[in-house]
T-cell receptor
Framework: ETGVTQSPTHLIKTRGQQVTLRCSSQSGHNTVSWYQQALGQGPQFIFQYYREEENGRGNFPPRFSGLQFPNYSSELNVNALELDDSALYLC????????????????FGEGSRLTVL | QKEVEQNSGPLSVPEGAIASLNCTYSDRVSQSFFWYRQYSGKSPELIMSIYSNGDKEDGRFTAQLNKASQYVSLLIRDSQPSDSATYLCAVKGPGAGSYQLTFGKGTKLSVIP
């Protein structure tokens, strides 16, 4: 069974630039969530995708956007980068469907560490 | 605003002792509770989930849930140096379609050989 993979693992951008982070979900998982983890903090929910639709969003501005593809992989895009966007971005996949019990268990990838200068 | 509170630590215990990690949450309708372990520079790894009041044991780990007190804890018996990590408490609300977890800031555990 293939786990969650993310790319790139590290990247450095300057303020005002745009970034795209990618995630391949665990085999058989159709729901992808993105979290932001600043240094010394717990992960914060950005948004979730199910069947290529955004299905829940946390308290993040519109410059954070995403996509989910038919193979359940996903992208996180951040426009107009700010210094405070420096963080570890975590993708988590899970098996979800509205007609099944959702245990809420998430399986995280290794993350993409973004530094904004 | 849903909140999950944890002592940031560090919590230091000697090897072989019991480590006790605590977490409180603010949203009474929360239904699912998780403990994640995060090694420095790595991503969170799910180690325990608990959904009903009482204790749930898995090897050296025991999760305890008290919904009336809005309290979750994790006990690690026979602590090992490899248990040294940050432990994140996470809470999920009701609803089959949501995977939004609210995390605490984590408790850093150090197991001293």
């Amino acid at each position: 069974e293939t786990g969650v993979t993310q790319s790139p693992t590290h990247l450095i951008k300057t303020r005002g630039q745009q970034v795209t982070l990618r995630c391949s979900s665990q085999s058989g998982h159709n729901t992808v969530s993105w979290y932001q983890q600043a240094l010394g903090q717990g992960p914060q929910f950005i948004f979730q995708y199910y069947r290529e639709e955004e299905n829940g969003r946390g308290n993040f501005p519109p410059r954070f956007s995403g996509l989910q593809f038919p193979n359940y992989s996903s992208e996180l895009n951040v426009n107009a980068l700010e210094l405070d966007d420096s963080a570890l971005y975590l993708c988590a996949s899970s098996l979800g469907a509205t007609n099944r019990v959702n245990t809420g268990e998430l399986f995280f990838g290794e993350g993409s560490r973004l530094t904004v200068l | 605003q849903k909140e999950v509170e944890q002592n940031s630590g560090p919590l230091s215990v000697p090897e072989g002792a019991i480590a006790s990690l605590n977490c409180t949450y603010s949203d009474r309708v929360s239904q699912s509770f998780f403990w994640y372990r995060q090694y420095s520079g790595k991503s969170p790894e799910l180690i325990m989930s608990i959904y009903s009041n009482g204790d749930k044991e898995d090897g050296r780990f025991t999760a305890q849930l008290n919904k009336a007190s809005q309290y979750v804890s994790l006990l690690i018996r026979d602590s090992q140096p490899s248990d040294s990590a940050t432990y994140l408490c996470a809470v999920k609300g009701p609803g089959a379609g949501s995977y939004q977890l609210t995390f605490g800031k984590g408790t850093k555990l150090s197991v001293i050989p």
